[in-house]
């Protein structure tokens, strides 16, 4: 532990700290209608805290989370915090510059009340008796623990799955707190196929013999089999098909045969024994049924009735992060929150994780996630120095031409932004309310660093994302020979915009033409620094 303590990188040893809120008399009043007499949260603090109190990221932990995000707790710890690869010196949410908070849900069973803890009005586990809670419950106790801290206003609110329901509720809750939101692998509401599994994860809870109706913690048993087999069910959504053939496929454990019946020696049934009952250790049943319960009921299109209208008062600066192989909560779910807020007018930008290891990923899969991030909140990311795309092109007459063409102050998109140059100029010289398009994470994240929104996608796939007359002008400079659907494209830029604007080299060029004629060969030139195998350049 010597080494984890003196390395730089590391925020150390940490403690957990709970602390009893102050409540109105009549407690704290919950969404559904039910009353918590007294509250305590759990939660853990990294950096320090300005003297201006504004550079406060909040993390929304995950279903099984909690406040332990990062450092350990002690010199014998083997592990540290579920996200210490996120957290700490020079890390994605740096502790140099911010001071980050990670408290344990409302309804969780790892310090903050929740079913396991005690009812004050008679010294017993609230057990049964424990009120329905939701997304909006936990979001207004972090809002609680922060108002006691002194804490006014958040640098960042970020969080994954659950917590990036938490996210959206922040944003939504208290527009003019939280300055920037970042919301990963998450969604508005969940799926036909998350709910399917959450009931049956519930259901084998409930019929577990022990649980007895919720109050079993006199009892010298508690429903253990029952939560397994959930934590067993549940894990099996956060992995992808490719990492279980990949990690398991069909092999078999060696030199051992099957302990019972039905039982069978394939790694996968004895790895997920065992991470179900490692989970039962940790974790209480009714916690899990009350979270899960609460997830499933978060639904912002049946509150609000469209996702826009969910999202008309936000003030954050948004970033919506997805995984590529995640089918719990499906890039498709990420892309309708971005686009939601698009069309609601925010300051949003996107981007998509490849990754093989499904939902997981944003937990354990997190070199681009992490410069992502840091791109997002203004720090500098190693090995992605911004540099001006063609600086020479928008330093000349392409770009005097362009600029004459853009209104000042005008909506602009930029279709292959590339590392953001050009739109950085048109911003600080037409002063235009600038949006990236590009395909490339790298470039989305130069373009992040120059605090300009971006959507990382594929423009041959159509302008999916964008609604109908957004924007003023539409860019497309030095991209169309690169494009495979060029004319998908241009009828697209004039579906979102009332102008467009096509920039291309000058393939009529005569060293070009002889080239191409003589040779076959794309040119290759300064402005067209590509080998003819490896040039994008298809047109």
């Not at 909006?136 to 990036?164: C, K, N, P, T, Y």
């Not at 036909?192 to 809870?205: E, K, P, S, Y």
């Amino acid at each position: 532990m010597t080494n984890k303590k003196q390395n730089p990188k590391s925020v150390g040893l940490v403690e957990t700290q709970r602390i009893a809120l102050p409540l109105p008399s009549g407690g704290l009043v919950l969404e559904k209608g039910g009353r918590l007499p007294d509250l305590t949260v759990a939660y853990e603090t990294y950096g320090t805290l300005n003297d201006a109190r504004d550079n406060v990221v909040l993390i929304c932990h995950a279903l099984s989370g909690d406040a332990h995000a990062a450092g350990y707790h002690s010199a014998s710890d083997a592990k540290a915090g579920w996200w210490d690869e996120m957290i700490g010196p020079g890390k994605g949410l740096d502790t140099d510059r911010f001071f980050v908070i990670c408290s344990n849900i409302l309804g969780g069973c790892m310090g903050t009340t929740g079913p396991s803890s005690i009812d004050p009005r008679d010294g017993k586990p609230y057990g049964s008796r424990f009120p329905e809670i939701t997304i909006g419950d936990m979001v207004v106790v972090q809002r609680l623990l922060l108002d006691h801290l002194g804490i006014e206003h958040l640098e960042a609110v970020i969080g994954g799955s659950l917590g990036g329901m938490q996210v959206l509720e922040w944003s939504i809750r208290y527009p003019t707190v939280v300055r920037r939101a970042i919301c990963i692998a998450s969604a508005p509401s969940l799926s036909t196929q998350a709910l399917a599994f959450d009931v049956v994860g519930r259901n084998a809870i409930l019929m577990d013999p022990c649980w007895e109706g919720g109050d079993y913690y006199a009892s010298d048993h508690s429903p253990v089999l029952g939560l397994a087999q959930a934590r067993m069910l549940g894990h099996i959504t956060y992995l992808s098909p490719e990492i279980l053939k990949t990690r398991f496929g069909r092999d078999k454990r060696p030199d051992e045969s099957p302990s019972g019946r039905f039982r069978t020696p394939f790694q996968i049934e004895s790895y997920l024994s065992y991470q179900g009952n490692k989970f039962t250790h940790r974790f209480d049943a009714n916690s899990y049924l009350h979270i899960t319960h609460a997830m499933d009921d978060y639904d912002l299109k049946e509150k609000y009735g469209e996702l826009e209208q969910a999202f008309a008062s936000v003030e954050s600066r948004f970033l919506v992060v997805a995984v590529s192989s995640d089918w719990l909560f499906p890039p498709e779910q990420s892309r309708e929150i971005a686009a939601a807020l698009l069309r609601a007018g925010k300051s949003v930008s996107y981007c998509m994780l490849h990754a093989p290891f499904g939902h997981d990923a944003f937990l354990v899969d997190i070199d681009d996630l992490t410069d992502t991030v840091r791109a997002f909140l203004g720090l500098a990311t190693p090995g992605a120095a911004t540099q001006d795309r063609d600086a020479s092109i928008y330093c000349g007459e392409d770009y005097e031409a362009i600029a004459a063409i853009v209104p000042p102050h005008a909506r602009v998109l930029d279709l292959g932004c590339g590392d953001g140059a050009l739109l950085d100029r048109l911003r600080r010289e037409r002063h235009v309310r600038a949006l990236g398009m590009d395909i490339d994470l790298p470039s989305v994240i130069r373009v992040l660093q120059r605090g300009i929104d971006v959507i990382q996608d594929d423009i041959d796939e159509g302008l999916t994302l964008i609604p109908d007359a957004d924007y003023d002008t539409v860019l497309l400079s030095e991209t169309l020979q690169v494009v495979r659907k060029p004319q998908l494209v241009l009828n697209e830029m004039l579906r979102v915009a009332a102008e467009g604007v096509v920039v291309f080299p000058n393939f009529a060029n005569w060293a070009n033409r002889w080239r191409l004629g003589l040779r076959g060969r794309m040119p290759k030139s300064g402005a067209l620094p590509f080998e003819w195998y490896e040039t994008p350049n298809i047109h």
